[in-house]
């Protein structure tokens, strides 16, 4: 079976703070793809990254940056110098790539920022 | 820039009667996806539309919801009759093919059951 754990709940930092979001995922799949979505207080879901299970290399994009690791199943997710615009909450998310390419959706952690 | 649409954005109903959401995906895009989101949870898969037929339903509680996309392009989701725990965001998701690429998200209808 497919899941996806978040076990971060709720996170608050103060703006400039970085701050890392974890994701540890279960698969017997050898190939899957991970994602990052940020949902804002409008309710939207945003597509920050997808990854494939071949790719652990790290990526960063701008102040963002992810972290995957396949040993230890995690795919984490930092936010350097945070911001206020930064609040909302993020989810990790998982598919296959055969039968449905369905997202299995962690729980999401919720992310504030203070001024 | 395209953007996946939805109406209505907020639906109160009284538990029993019928509600119907519409789904307008990104042009071009063939796969279309219905998630439902209760608060404070993630987004779960009800369907997914590969053009107009349903890829997977298993999710889908066929004896009161239904879902179409008879044209292969905007879909329309429906409950009847509609129940207390039915109360949650529904989404609607296009990708252009299925598979490896990413799917995009409209604001979803926030359906209120009372």
């Known amino acids: 079976a497919q899941k996806v754990t978040q076990a971060q709940t709720e996170i608050s930092v103060v703006e400039k703070e970085d701050v890392t979001l974890d994701c540890v995922y279960e698969t017997r799949d050898t190939t899957y793809y991970l994602f990052w979505y940020k949902q804002p207080p409008s309710g939207e879901l945003v597509f920050l990254i997808r990854r494939n299970s071949f790719d652990e290399q790290n990526e960063i994009s701008g102040r963002y940056s992810w972290n995957f690791q396949k040993s230890t199943s995690s795919f984490n997710f930092t936010i350097t110098a945070s911001q206020v615009v930064d609040s909302a909450v993020y989810f990790c998310?998982?598919?296959?790539?055969?039968?449905?390419?369905?997202?299995?959706f962690g729980t999401g952690t919720r992310l504030q920022v203070f001024p | 820039e395209a953007e996946v649409a939805q109406s209505p954005r907020y639906k109160i109903t009284e538990k029993s009667q019928a509600v119907a959401f519409w789904c307008d995906p990104i042009s071009g895009h063939a796969t279309l996806y219905w998630y439902r989101q209760i608060l404070g949870q993630g987004p779960e898969l009800l369907v997914q539309f590969q053009d107009e037929s349903v890829v997977d339903d298993s999710q889908l509680p066929k004896d009161r919801f239904s879902a179409e996309r008879l044209k292969g392009v905007d879909s329309t989701l429906k409950i009847q009759p509609a129940e207390l725990g039915d109360s949650a965001m529904y989404l609607c998701?296009?990708?252009?093919?299925?598979?490896?690429?990413?799917?995009?998200f409209g604001p979803g209808t926030r359906l209120t059951v009372t």
């Open positions: 998310a998982l598919s296959r790539s055969y039968n449905t390419d369905k997202l299995i």
């Open positions: 998701a296009s990708s252009f093919a299925g598979g490896v690429y990413e799917q995009y």
